[in-house]
């Protein structure tokens, strides 16, 4: 398994759930095996999203990648969102072990 956790600051949550659901649709759409989005509920991050992509291996991150890279429709759900006042603060890469 390999998983990418992006964390974000959501001014608009009602943007933020809405861009949050095109984006798990267009992830599924390109073969990704979960994806989950979250709010933090404790600690200095209380209120900020966690979206988080599990693919099945590295070798399906590498596949998805430049699909997402080259899609437009992907872009304008990422403008959108920062449109909205959201800011990505990290991503994190996890390899199972």
Avoid: C
Avoid at 18 to 31: C, E, L
Avoid at 38 to 56: D, H, K
Avoid at 80 to 90: E, I, N, P, R, V
């Amino acid at each position: 398994m390999y998983v990418v956790t992006s964390r974000w600051i959501v001014p608009d949550l009602e943007v933020a759930k809405a861009t949050t659901k095109a984006a798990k649709q267009w992830f599924k759409g390109a073969g990704v095996d979960n994806v989950s989005a979250l709010m933090i509920a404790t600690g200095e991050q209380v209120g900020q999203m966690q979206f988080v992509v599990r693919y099945a291996d590295e070798a399906a991150y590498a596949k998805v990648v430049p699909q997402w890279r080259a899609s437009k429709e992907y872009a304008d759900i990422q403008a959108k969102a920062k449109a909205s006042g959201a800011t990505l603060m990290d991503q994190v890469h996890y390899r199972e072990l």
